[in-house]
């Protein structure tokens, strides 16, 4: 039976940019959850008729949420809802399994790279028809609606078996429970060249995989041990769990750090990488080496002939304002576009539709193709692994050859985090109104040649976005502000830095760009206004 239930908006219902992504204690609150799916449902006119895939990266509260979410999309009229088996799909197989169904839209309960259980986060990133996220102003309606909801539709019914794969009913809607892992393995196989791979590993070529306790485990098994034959074992972390085991999923030198220990032991495996909580954000690391994710874009850019479906040719690439210029260097070689855009992958989508390019990244661990709409880690692993498995080169050579062709973009990211909200927000409006009066000035030795704030036209759909501050210095060295969109703890000031040079090869970052953070934090008055003498973190 549907059962309409009243219910009143909440104060100020945080959203995400595409989606919701909150502390679980928040979701927990009497109708949350409901609140906002059925206002999502309302904001894009209702979803009777409609085909949706849901899934997610099986954090703490998705088996509660997958639920409720079935029996509200059946009393809302949906037709049919594409569910991973035990509620389980990856962020990058939810867009293929979207695009591939042409369904109108898709689900994937997940905070990515933010920890999980009782008292860790939740989220919800919406995907429409496109494969990708929806954009801000889709956003923004579904935050509207949050403000006026009054009441919410649900099916009374017992809960849905999502353990067995096949086609059931639940009222008027049909259900169908699929293999999380078949179809994007297959699409994998189409991309890459899984023959050389496989040689790779039975000339023992050895292999480590972090799956972060987190959604990638099956997919990695499946695709590395079972299809590519790396030995057993070769992933670690394997099995999903609702609180990660504890860790918090964001492949990075600190999150995943008894990786990186184990990769700059004395028994390091050749490869090693990790994959963020919904499988979407990419880690790679060599023997004593690590690949900065900007670096990790352009090196992939630069050997794009080496994989079966890119051999021949590409559209252009794209990366978001924070990320290094290294892709762009790469761009202007092979004689295509370099896009520069916000941070957020669903300002990548149009440019993928319009087949303006075809890989992008961000420096926060993404990289990704036009194969979906999302950013896609196990992707950018296997691409890794064909290029070594084709050229014979480790991971450091493959990236020192890079360097000496194209000079090294030496790049950090540093954040300051649980900072005040007010705080935040006038340190960055002081910061834009003071930027024109650094231009032409020096500091630290370093001449600013212009300093602005960051503004996209989509030349899609001709939309703009501001977001992000940037200052430039004659030597190549930049500067990046802005704040995270994605925290749930106060505001996250994050000051992303790089310097260019042409032959020195061999500096650590954290001493290069020691002198660049000095010169931001000035700029911005960083310790001034938030008490911060240092950053919290440095990825
Ligand atoms: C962060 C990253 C950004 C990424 C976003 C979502 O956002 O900086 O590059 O697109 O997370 O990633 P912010 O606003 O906190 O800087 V995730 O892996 O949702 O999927
Ligand atoms: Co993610």
Not at 42 to 49: S, T
Not at 124 to 140: H, L, M, N, R
Not at 346 to 361: A, E, V
Not at 414 to 426: G, N, T
């Amino acid at each position: 039976m549907i059962k309409t239930v009243s219910t009143s908006p909440y104060n100020g219902q945080k959203m995400g940019t595409a989606g919701i992504r909150q502390k679980v204690q928040t979701v927990l609150q009497k109708n949350y959850l409901e609140n906002f799916i059925q206002s999502l449902f309302n904001a894009i006119g209702g979803v009777k008729g409609q085909t949706f895939v849901l899934g997610g990266d099986g954090r703490y509260y998705n088996d509660i949420a997958l639920q409720k979410i079935i029996k509200m999309a059946a009393a809302n009229g949906m037709k049919k809802l594409i569910i991973g088996q035990n509620g389980m799909l990856s962020t990058p197989a939810s867009s293929h399994i979207l695009l591939k169904n042409h369904a109108d839209g898709g689900l994937t309960l997940s905070a990515s790279h933010n920890p999980g259980g009782i008292n860790g986060d939740f989220g919800i990133k919406y995907a429409t028809k496109t494969g990708g996220q929806c954009s801000s102003a889709v956003s923004d309606k579904i935050f509207e609606e949050t403000k006026r909801i009054t009441s919410y539709k649900i099916l009374e019914t017992d809960d849905i078996d999502l353990s067995k794969k096949g086609v059931q009913k639940l009222g008027d809607m049909e259900i169908e429970v699929i293999d999380p892992i078949e179809d994007y393995l297959e699409l994998m196989q189409q991309i890459f060249d899984f023959d050389a791979i496989k040689k790779l590993f039975q000339s023992g070529f050895s292999f480590v995989f972090d799956a972060m306790n987190a959604v990638t485990g099956p997919y990695a098994i499946k695709i590395f041990e079972e299809a590519l034959g790396a030995k057993k074992g070769s992933v670690i972390n394997a099995v999903p769990m609702p609180d990660f085991g504890g860790l918090h999923p964001d492949p990075n030198l600190v999150y995943a750090k008894d990786l990186v220990s184990l990769m700059y032991g004395d028994h390091a495996p050749d490869f090693a990488a990790a994959n963020d909580g919904d499988g979407d954000r990419n880690m790679i690391l060599g023997k004593k080496f690590f690949v900065s994710p900007s670096d990790s874009l352009a090196i992939l850019t630069d050997n794009y002939r080496y994989i079966p479906a890119y051999k021949n040719g590409i559209y252009g690439v794209a990366k978001s304002a924070a990320t290094s210029t290294a892709v762009c260097r790469v761009a202007k070689a092979l004689g295509v576009d370099c896009y520069e855009v916000p941070t957020g992958w669903k300002n990548f989508c149009n440019l993928m539709d319009s087949k303006r390019i075809t890989f992008c990244g961000e420096e926060s661990f993404g990289t990704g193709s036009s194969h979906i709409r999302e950013k896609d880690g196990i992707w950018a692993v296997l691409f890794w692994l064909n290029i070594i498995a084709a050229t014979g080169k480790s991971v450091s050579q493959i990236t020192r050859d890079f360097w000496k062709k194209y000079g090294r973009t030496y790049y950090l990211r540093f954040d300051f985090e649980a900072i005040d909200l007010k705080v935040a927000d006038d340190l960055m409006a002081d910061l834009e109104n003071n930027l024109s009066s650094f231009e032409g000035k020096t500091y630290g030795g370093r001449k600013v040649t212009s300093a602005h704030p960051f503004v996209y036209q989509d030349p899609v759909d001709g939309s703009q976005t501001k977001n992000g501050l940037l200052v430039y210095f004659e030597d190549g060295a930049r500067i990046c502000y802005r704040l995270s969109g994605t925290g749930t703890n106060g505001a996250t000031l994050r000051v992303y830095i790089e310097a260019y040079e042409k032959e020195n090869f061999d500096e650590n970052p954290k001493d290069k760009l020691r002198s660049l953070l000095d010169i931001a934090m000035t700029l911005a008055q960083i310790e001034k206004r938030t008490g911060k003498t240092k950053p919290d973190l440095t990825t």
